[in-house]
């Protein structure tokens, strides 16, 4: 009866030892722990952003010699990019005051965060997983995690970052260059022989519609008709088969609706 408690006892502790850890493509867990700075600071709060975290053990000797490794290399490689964070978290739960030295020992100069055992714990699974870099992307899934000291995946933690601010320059891109309202440019050319080409910009992505029309309001022809996405547009009309004379082209977008002429000369 001992033996079997005692290995019940041994199979409980394996198990603490070992608890569920989350992978490279799911969503990074949240959490809000004290800087050494008497700061709250949120995960949640960097969203959009690429955090990099590194684990450490403020008393541990490699987490000590690793540490300026991810100021220097890390941290002050990317510092001067908006969308990027660094964040250190001892998972030894030591006193601000060893965490404070662990601080002068290095030379970090980024947040260095109190008390965080049970955060690498939901990352990794296990309590002595410290010494290790977790990046976690723009869309705040987790993008790097790495399985050995800091001191190892440098290039790999570099490339990530690089990776993922890139993605977050082309977004911030992408959001400058979005029209700010619903558009329909005049036809060039105006007059025009036989084609010509009508422009159209969305603010957000809609159902469209651009139909031709005589003056006397009968529909021509329909040139776009469907789901368009945000941004500028082209279609042309070719009026081959028509006679010379002035037409309306109209510009369907939601519940926008936009009209202009033009005019053929042949």
Same mark, same amino acid.
Request: glycine letters at 6%; hydrophobic letters at 40%.
């Given at each position: 009866?001992?033996?079997?408690?005692?290995?019940?006892?041994?199979?409980?502790? #394996?198990?603490?030892?070992?608890?569920?850890?989350?992978?490279?493509?799911?969503?990074?867990?949240?959490?809000?722990?004290?800087?050494?700075?008497?700061?709250?600071?949120?995960?949640? +709060? /960097?969203?959009?952003?690429?955090? %990099?975290?590194?684990?450490? @053990?403020?008393?541990?000797?490699?987490?000590?010699?690793?540490?300026?490794? *991810?100021?220097?290399?890390?941290?002050?490689?990317?510092?001067?990019?908006?969308? /990027?964070?660094?964040? $250190?978290?001892?998972?030894?739960? +030591?006193?601000?005051?060893?965490?404070?030295?662990?601080?002068?020992?290095?030379?970090?100069?980024?947040?260095?965060?109190?008390?965080?055992?049970? #955060?690498?714990?939901?990352? %990794?699974?296990?309590?002595?997983?410290y010494d290790r870099a977790v990046v976690i992307g723009i869309n @705040?899934?987790?993008?790097?995690?790495?399985?050995?000291?800091?001191?190892? =995946?440098?290039?790999?933690?570099?490339?990530?970052? +690089? +990776?993922?601010?890139?993605?977050?320059?082309?977004?911030?891109?992408?959001? !400058?260059?979005?029209?700010?309202?619903?558009?329909?440019?005049?036809?060039?050319?105006?007059?025009?022989?036989?084609? !010509?080409?009508?422009? %159209?910009?969305?603010?957000?992505?809609?159902?469209?519609?651009? *139909?031709?029309?005589?003056?006397? $309001?009968?529909?021509?022809?329909?040139?776009?008709? @469907?789901?368009?996405?945000?941004?500028?547009?082209?279609? *042309?009309? =070719?009026?081959?088969?028509?006679?010379? @004379?002035?037409?309306?082209?109209?510009?369907?977008?939601?519940?926008? !609706?936009?009209?202009?002429?033009?005019?053929?000369?042949?």
């Open positions: 009866m001992k033996v079997v408690i005692r290995l019940f006892v041994l199979l409980l502790f #394996v198990s603490s030892q070992s608890l569920a850890q989350v992978s490279v493509g799911e969503k990074a867990p949240d959490f809000t722990l004290t800087s050494l700075d008497n700061e709250q600071i949120l995960l949640e +709060e /960097f969203e959009d952003k690429v955090v %990099y975290i590194f684990f450490f @053990g403020a008393g541990c000797p490699h987490c000590r010699d690793n540490g300026p490794i *991810t100021e220097n290399d890390i941290h002050q490689m990317y510092n001067n990019n908006e969308n /990027f964070v660094a964040l $250190g978290i001892d998972a030894w739960n +030591e006193s601000a005051a060893s965490v404070q030295n662990f601080q002068s020992v290095t030379g970090i100069t980024y947040p260095l965060l109190l008390q965080g055992r049970d #955060v690498l714990v939901e990352y %990794y699974g296990t309590a002595n997983a @705040g899934n987790i993008v790097y995690k790495g399985d050995s000291n800091v001191n190892n =995946d440098v290039e790999s933690v570099q490339n990530t970052i +690089e +990776e993922q601010l890139a993605l977050a320059t082309s977004n911030e891109d992408l959001i !400058t260059e979005l029209p700010s309202s619903i558009r329909l440019e005049q036809n060039y050319p105006n007059p025009f022989n036989p084609s !010509t080409s009508i422009s %159209y910009a969305l603010s957000e992505p809609s159902d469209v519609t651009v *139909t031709i029309y005589n003056m006397l $309001g009968v529909k021509i022809t329909t040139l776009e008709n @469907g789901f368009r996405s945000a941004g500028e547009h082209t279609v *042309t009309f =070719d009026a081959s088969s028509l006679s010379s @004379g002035i037409y309306i082209y109209r510009l369907v977008a939601g519940t926008t !609706t936009l009209t202009k002429r033009m005019t053929l000369l042949k």
